[in-house]
């Protein structure tokens, strides 16, 4: 069975403060994606960032950044210099052999002025 | 830029009573889902389908509801007696080939409401 844990419920920063949200994972598959999706306010469900299994290179988009490490099961998020659109509901997710996707519970991002 | 519309937005029935709630998927992508996500809570999937068929489904997925793709274009979730514990918001997602990982767009959802 496949599981992602995302600890952190709720963090509240400061605008241009660096967040880190974290995701673990537990799956038997061998080959897997992991995925981050952003629910704003408005409720909808927005791609973020797909990452294969085999690639362990850490990636940068912008103010985004994700850090993948096979080691300990975990592909963290981070937000550079933070803005208040940035305040939404943040999902890990995973998918293996069968395509659905397995989700975390979330983490609800709250940026202020 | 292509993506996934759902109608209605929101939906509000009586417990009991038939819904069906409609999706779009982007044009030329051929795998399509349903996911439900129960307020405040993580999103869970429903069912996948693919060439007129369901290829996995949850347990979520009992005989109340059903997938059909009517036509070239709509993709429809039916939950045939809704129950109070059916209301959450659904969302549908469409991915391009039926290749496992492919990534999934997600539709803006339909909030359903059971009373």
């Known amino acids: 069975a496949q599981k992602v844990t995302q600890a952190q419920t709720e963090i509240s920063v400061v605008e241009k403060e660096d967040v880190t949200l974290d995701c673990v994972y537990e799956?038997?598959?061998?080959?897997?994606?992991l995925f981050w999706y952003k629910q704003p306010p408005s409720g909808e469900l927005v791609f973020l960032i797909r990452r294969n299994s085999f690639d362990e290179q850490n990636e940068i988009s912008g103010r985004y950044s994700w850090n993948f490490q096979k080691s300990t099961s975990s592909f963290n998020f981070t937000i550079t210099a933070s803005q208040v659109v940035d305040s939404a509901v943040y999902f890990c997710?995973?998918?293996?052999?069968?395509?659905?996707?397995?989700f975390g519970t979330g983490t609800r991002l709250q940026v202020t002025l | 830029e292509p993506e996934v519309t759902q109608t209605p937005s929101h939906q509000v029935t009586q417990m009991g009573q038939e819904v069906i709630l409609r999706c779009v998927p982007i044009?030329?992508?051929?795998?399509f889902y349903w996911y439900r996500q129960i307020l405040g809570q993580k999103v869970e999937f429903l069912v996948s389908?693919?060439?007129?068929?369901?290829?996995?489904k949850s347990e979520i997925f009992d005989d109340q509801f059903s997938v059909e793709r009517p036509d070239g274009s709509n993709f429809t979730l039916k939950i045939r007696s809704t129950k109070l514990e059916d209301s959450a918001m659904y969302f549908c997602?469409?991915?391009?080939?039926?290749?496992?990982?492919?990534?999934?767009?997600f539709g803006p959802g339909t909030r359903l409401l059971v009373l």
């Open positions: 997602a469409s991915s391009e080939y039926r290749v496992w990982a492919e990534t999934q767009y």
């Open positions: 799956t038997r598959d061998t080959t897997y994606y």
């Open positions: 997710a995973l998918t293996g052999t069968a395509s659905k996707l397995t």
């Open positions: 389908f693919y060439n007129n068929e369901i290829s996995e």
């Open positions: 044009s030329n992508h051929l795998y």
